[in-house]
């Protein structure tokens, strides 16, 4: 094994997601810092199995692979909660299935090192906020619309949970008491509207037959739904027009109570769907209250890594308390 090797301080990242999740091994300053850029870490993707036991083993086993024989210092997780960091514990996650499940411990044990449990939109913010478009600004908001809805806020280059870990769950702000279930149960919230599972359940409403007036394939998805929009179905409109009102209220929500210096959107949906985000985020401007900033909205330096940034960072710092190296602050392009 080479010096450069020996001498590596390797952390590894995790960011479990309702359909995929991604595994990385990176190595790290001493002081905490992330040291290679994020385009030359190793990384694994892994479908995410719906059984957590089996799915934590095969996380594991990435991790071993990935590190090739160096030992890993620790390793930071990304998850959708609600989730318990301390205990690092999945609470109860709708998009996953997955209830009370001791995510981190385990993993401690299979992979032979400490593990951070931290809520994949908390996570997303910190590796916007530290090293992607939220550099330089403060606060950062990172608003990840995937399968569902989220938020991370980060203030003053730290994460905000609030008293009950549960800060930046916008995706369950009501916008419509009377509108459509949400997979937690409520109602008219704007995950029901915006999230990709929401999406795809107002569809099968919209179309109970799974076809079109002309026989065609009904739009199974989010991105079906939204194409089948611009072509000018009226039952595709109308949900295009609710989903971009309801991410409308939630940038404007969140703009209205922090004040942030950029809301950085990520999640699938988010950067694969630019112009509804584009259209929210005027519409936002249009909703916050006269005379108050309006809000810049960017998209994720880091693509759908940033959750996986993130929980790079946290690792580092577990490694190494004494804390983070100082990123070089850039600037987010606007969306």
């Not at 290679?36 to 089996?54: C, G, I, M, Q, S």
């Not at 008293?163 to 702000?173: D, F, K, M, P």
Request: aromatic share 2%; with cysteine; glycine share 14%.
């Amino acid at each position: 094994m080479s010096t450069a090797s020996t001498s590596a301080r390797l952390i590894a990242a995790v960011d479990v997601g309702a359909t995929k999740t991604l595994v990385a091994v990176v190595p790290a300053t001493a002081n905490g810092g992330v040291r290679e850029p994020v385009a030359r870490w190793r990384v694994r993707r892994l479908a995410t199995d719906r059984d957590p036991d089996r799915h934590v083993g095969a996380v594991a086993a990435a991790i071993g692979d990935l590190a090739a024989g160096e030992h890993v210092r620790a390793v930071g997780v990304a998850a959708p909660g609600p989730l318990d960091p301390v205990r690092g514990v999945i609470l109860h996650s709708p998009n996953l299935g997955w209830r009370d499940h001791p995510f981190g411990p385990t993993l401690a044990v299979l992979a032979g090192a400490p593990v951070t449990l931290e809520d994949d939109a908390n996570a997303g913010a910190l590796g916007e906020a530290l090293l992607g478009a939220g550099a330089g600004r403060d606060p950062v908001v990172y608003l990840t619309l995937s399968t569902g809805v989220g938020a991370g806020v980060v203030v003053g280059g730290r994460i905000v949970r609030g008293a009950h870990q549960a800060a930046g769950e916008v995706g369950h702000l009501t916008v419509d008491p009377a509108g459509p279930r949400c997979g937690c149960g409520g109602r008219g919230h704007v995950e029901a509207f915006v999230g990709g599972a929401g999406l795809a359940r107002r569809a099968a409403d919209t179309w109970p037959s799974g076809t079109l007036a002309d026989g065609s394939a009904a739009p199974p998805d989010a991105a079906a739904i939204l194409r089948l929009a611009r072509a000018g179905d009226p039952n595709a409109t109308r949900l295009a027009n609710d989903a971009a009102e309801a991410l409308a209220r939630a940038i404007a929500a969140l703009s209205a109570v922090l004040d942030p210096g950029a809301i950085v959107v990520g999640g699938s949906l988010g950067l694969g769907q630019r112009a509804l985000v584009r259209r929210a985020a005027g519409h936002a401007r249009r909703l916050v209250i006269a005379g108050a900033g309006a809000p810049l909205v960017v998209l994720a330096a880091h693509g759908e890594r940033s959750p996986l940034v993130g929980a790079a960072i946290l690792a580092a710092c577990l490694a190494a308390p004494a804390g983070l190296a100082a990123p070089t602050p850039r600037r987010g392009r606007p969306e």
